[in-house]
């Protein structure tokens, strides 16, 4: 990415493996979904 532009996404996880725990544990995600590039200056 260039300038102020930002990248917006989301992981997919399987829902099946979240565990009790909060937080995200990173080895679990299969994805990530691109919900948009935007400009948070501009």
């Known amino acids: 990415m260039v300038g102020t532009l930002r990248l917006i996404y989301r992981p997919v996880v399987d829902e099946r493996s979240v565990g009790a725990t909060p937080g995200l544990d990173w080895s679990q995600v299969t994805a990530v979904e691109i ?3 935007e ?3 501009g």
């Open 35 to 37: 919900l948009e590039v």
């Open 39 to 41: 400009d948070y200056h």
